[in-house]
């Protein structure tokens, strides 16, 4: 695992999101930082049971004041584009990538939105430049071939970010390598879907929303034409993490058009099921890029930038030392006793499952991620996904679609205790099924919103270097031993291929006896981050 000293604090590099019209463009590129400063206050119960305030600075002031992070904004010049050779850039510093003053009236010549392509080149002009400008001031002890920089973008800059990562027309191989992480928050990485239409046509010019067709970003994106462009190429899909917005209410753009459009299952603008990357590994096994699901919308005063666990989020995934993956994998489902005699007598019986799942950060007042039924973000499995075949008495699980429960990077410099370990609590939630019997919804004994399974977890790591992967795991179910773990894990080491890492792996078993009822295991992962 890194230590203190190895913390990865390398440049940051903001690149904002989508500008439908020449007002928006004017009113991005009068921002010294396109909007990224823009806090939110907000509304919460004190202990005393009083209301109160709430302020959030924004991620980029946090990053100033919790990091030490610095912007390159000095007597009204900007440092980065300074060709004074006194104008030094510090290497723990945040650019703004103003990809929209070319396209102004003021800085550019205003006569239209240059291509994705266009913006992506940019990022590698904008990256090299950076890189040369911190390597040449001595105090920041840099050589280019060590320079790493994270980018860290919103909806459409995820995009861009991607254009420059995967198509080597756009972007240098030098300035590729020097990107160590990106962060996406609210990305469309397969596209736009609206109710009226599935996927924004390619003829669709005005404001350039066509650059969320399909076809067009299979183009600029260096991928195959087809329903599936959230793939990643020539960067590591792990490294991408995807916030996930899952709150259309306070997205309140073209008077909520926009929100009614895209549905409910999303941000008021991307939809859930297109906000993630994947690609593959290095053992050619596909793998899912991280992500976190957040009740915010889109952008705006309460979106998801704003946002608390959209900080969280950020700031552990790029400094962060440790990450945790939960998955559960079912052995057997048992049926209330009626489906049971009705599946025995021969009818058609066919069910399906909703996981839902919250995880949150000890000493953190936000949950960090949270897929619910009522958000329209829970996992849902049908009993067929999990249980694949023809005949259902020997059909085995299917690990292959074992619910990815959550992804969560932890930072022992942000630990409470002496000891350094981190820790963190999920509240695990399986509802009850719905059934269908030879074609009939069974209800006799159904209550909405009831579980067949529920139970909150804590799970704390503490350092050891004698143990797998250099942790001593505990676990312990809450409702036994409330705020603490009370079991030793019995972990086993883990080689991670495709991320080439070594951590460990555990189990917790998961068992509700009664009918409906379910067991398994929760299978906990956990790697060495940096």
């Not at 509802?431 to 269908?436: G, H």
């Given at each position: 695992?890194?230590?203190?000293?190895?913390?990865?604090?390398?440049?940051i590099?903001?690149?904002?999101?989508?500008a439908?019209?020449q007002?928006?463009?004017?009113?991005?590129?009068?921002?010294?930082?396109?909007?990224?400063?823009?806090?939110?206050?907000?509304?919460?119960?004190?202990?005393?049971?009083?209301?109160?305030?709430?302020?959030?600075?924004?991620?980029l002031?946090?990053?100033?004041?919790?990091?030490?992070?610095?912007?390159?904004?000095?007597?009204?010049?900007?440092?980065?584009?300074?060709?004074?050779?006194?104008?030094?850039?510090?290497?723990?510093?945040?650019?703004?990538?103003?990809?929209?003053?070319?396209?102004?009236?003021?800085?550019?010549?205003?006569?239209?939105?240059?291509?994705?392509?266009?913006?992506?080149?940019?990022?590698?002009?904008l990256?090299?430049?950076?890189?040369?400008?911190?390597?040449?001031?001595?105090?920041?002890?840099?050589?280019?071939?060590?320079?790493?920089?994270?980018?860290?973008?919103?909806?459409?800059?995820?995009?861009v970010?991607?254009?420059?990562?995967?198509?080597?027309?756009?972007?240098?191989?030098?300035?590729?390598?020097?990107?160590?992480?990106?962060?996406?928050?609210a990305?469309p990485?397969?596209?736009?879907?609206?109710?009226?239409?599935?996927?924004?046509?390619?003829?669709?010019?005005?404001?350039?929303?066509?650059?969320?067709?399909?076809?067009?970003?299979?183009?600029?994106?260096?991928?195959?034409?087809?329903?599936?462009?959230?793939?990643?190429?020539?960067?590591?899909?792990?490294?991408?993490?995807?916030?996930?917005?899952?709150?259309?209410?306070?997205?309140?753009?073209?008077?909520?058009?926009?929100?009614?459009?895209?549905?409910?299952?999303?941000?008021?603008?991307?939809?859930i099921?297109?906000?993630?990357?994947?690609?593959?590994?290095?053992?050619?096994?596909?793998?899912?890029?991280?992500?976190?699901?957040?009740?915010?919308?889109?952008?705006?005063?309460?979106?998801?930038?704003?946002?608390?666990?959209?900080?969280?989020?950020?700031?552990?995934?790029?400094?962060?030392?440790?990450?945790?993956?939960?998955?559960?994998?079912?052995?057997?489902?048992?049926?209330?006793?009626?489906?049971?005699?009705?599946?025995?007598?021969?009818?058609?019986?066919?069910?399906?499952?909703?996981f839902?799942?919250a995880?949150?950060?000890?000493?953190?007042?936000?949950?960090?991620?949270?897929?619910?039924?009522?958000?329209?973000?829970?996992?849902?499995?049908?009993?067929?996904?999990?249980?694949?075949?023809?005949?259902?008495?020997?059909?085995?699980?299917?690990?292959?679609?074992?619910?990815?429960?959550?992804?969560?990077?932890l930072?022992?410099?942000?630990?409470?205790?002496?000891?350094?370990?981190?820790?963190?609590?999920?509240?695990?939630?399986?509802?009850?099924?719905?059934?269908?019997?030879?074609?009939?919804?069974?209800?006799?004994?159904?209550?909405?919103?009831?579980?067949?399974?529920?139970?909150?977890?804590?799970?704390?790591?503490?350092?050891?270097?004698?143990?797998?992967?250099?942790?001593?795991?505990?676990?312990?179910?809450?409702?036994?031993?409330?705020?603490?773990?009370?079991?030793?894990?019995?972990?086993?080491?883990?080689?991670?291929a495709?991320?080439?890492?070594?951590?460990l792996?555990?189990?917790?078993?998961?068992?509700?006896?009664?009918?409906?009822?379910?067991?398994?295991k929760?299978?906990?992962?956990?790697?060495?981050?940096?």
């Amino acid at each position: 695992m890194a230590s203190e000293s190895q913390h990865p604090y390398h440049p940051i590099i903001y690149v904002r999101g989508f500008a439908a019209t020449q007002g928006e463009i004017e009113e991005t590129v009068a921002d010294p930082y396109m909007g990224f400063n823009v806090g939110s206050t907000k509304s919460r119960v004190a202990w005393t049971g009083d209301v109160r305030k709430f302020f959030f600075e924004s991620p980029l002031v946090r990053l100033m004041s919790d990091h030490q992070y610095q912007d390159v904004f000095v007597d009204g010049d900007d440092l980065l584009a300074s060709e004074r050779p006194d104008d030094r850039i510090p290497y723990r510093c945040i650019i703004i990538y103003r990809y929209y003053d070319d396209a102004s009236k003021d800085f550019g010549d205003g006569n239209g939105t240059p291509p994705i392509e266009y913006f992506a080149k940019g990022l590698d002009r904008l990256i090299l430049r950076l890189r040369d400008k911190v390597c040449s001031d001595p105090k920041n002890n840099m050589t280019p071939e060590n320079f790493r920089v994270h980018l860290v973008a919103h909806s459409m800059g995820g995009l861009v970010c991607r254009a420059f990562l995967q198509n080597t027309q756009l972007g240098s191989a030098e300035a590729r390598k020097a990107v160590d992480k990106l962060f996406t928050y609210a990305t469309p990485h397969n596209g736009i879907d609206m109710r009226i239409v599935r996927n924004v046509p390619g003829w669709l010019s005005f404001g350039d929303i066509n650059n969320f067709n399909r076809d067009k970003m299979a183009g600029y994106l260096s991928v195959p034409k087809g329903d599936d462009v959230s793939v990643v190429t020539n960067f590591p899909p792990e490294r991408i993490f995807n916030l996930v917005g899952t709150n259309p209410r306070d997205y309140t753009v073209a008077g909520g058009v926009s929100a009614w459009a895209a549905g409910d299952a999303s941000d008021g603008l991307v939809r859930i099921e297109n906000a993630t990357t994947h690609g593959l590994g290095a053992d050619g096994v596909d793998v899912p890029s991280p992500r976190a699901y957040v009740n915010r919308s889109h952008s705006g005063h309460y979106g998801i930038v704003n946002s608390e666990e959209g900080y969280q989020n950020l700031t552990r995934f790029l400094f962060g030392t440790v990450r945790v993956d939960g998955i559960l994998d079912i052995d057997g489902i048992s049926l209330p006793a009626e489906v049971q005699k009705s599946f025995e007598d021969g009818k058609n019986v066919r069910a399906s499952y909703q996981f839902e799942c919250a995880a949150s950060v000890r000493a953190c007042q936000w949950q960090i991620t949270r897929r619910e039924v009522r958000e329209n973000s829970a996992i849902f499995r049908s009993y067929d996904e999990l249980f694949p075949g023809k005949e259902r008495a020997l059909r085995k699980p299917d690990r292959s679609r074992s619910p990815h429960l959550f992804t969560v990077f932890l930072d022992p410099n942000k630990s409470v205790k002496a000891s350094k370990s981190v820790s963190f609590l999920f509240d695990l939630k399986v509802l009850v099924p719905d059934y269908e019997v030879d074609g009939s919804i069974f209800m006799k004994r159904h209550f909405e919103g009831g579980y067949i399974y529920r139970q909150q977890i804590v799970v704390e790591a503490f350092p050891d270097a004698e143990a797998p992967g250099g942790w001593r795991m505990k676990y312990g179910f809450q409702d036994i031993n409330p705020g603490k773990p009370g079991v030793t894990a019995d972990t086993e080491a883990l080689r991670d291929a495709a991320q080439n890492t070594v951590g460990l792996t555990f189990d917790i078993p998961i068992e509700q006896k009664s009918k409906p009822g379910l067991s398994g295991k929760l299978r906990i992962e956990v790697r060495s981050w940096t």
